[in-house]
């Protein structure tokens, strides 16, 4: 069976980082996308940033040229790397990932969440 496991989440005030980790385990065979959501207080779970196992990436407007995602294929291990920080970045950040567990058999997988808080 696939877990995600994200860790890195606190508190930081406006302008700093922070750097948020998710690794996979379990049986797996590939991980053709892994990705960032976050929710807000009030508002729907949204995508923050996701790559792929070529290492394409995508972010939302609203984080590009702050955020940066990259992997480790052979740790299974996705991050976030977060900059610049804005109190609007504050939610709950979800690990997400598509997870092959043999050839032709996928998985949708969902971290437990980690807050992230930005003040003032």
């Known amino acids: 069976q696939v877990q995600l496991v994200e860790s890195g989440g606190g508190l930081v005030q406006a302008g700093g980082s922070l750097r948020l980790s998710c690794a996979a385990s379990?049986?797996?065979?590939?991980?053709?996308?892994m990705g960032w959501y976050r929710q807000a207080p009030g508002k729907q779970r949204e995508l923050v940033a996701i790559?792929?196992?070529?290492?394409?990436?995508n972010y939302a407007d609203s984080v590009k040229g702050r955020f940066t995602i990259s992997r480790d294929n052979a740790k299974n291990t996705v991050y976030l790397q977060m900059n610049s920080l804005k109190p609007e970045d504050t939610a709950v950040y979800y690990c997400n990932a598509h997870v092959k567990t043999t050839i032709t058999a996928i998985l949708n997988r969902w971290g437990q969440g980690t807050q992230v808080t930005v003040s003032s």
């Open positions: 790559t792929t196992s070529g290492a394409s990436t």
């Open positions: 379990g049986s797996i065979f590939s991980i053709p996308t």
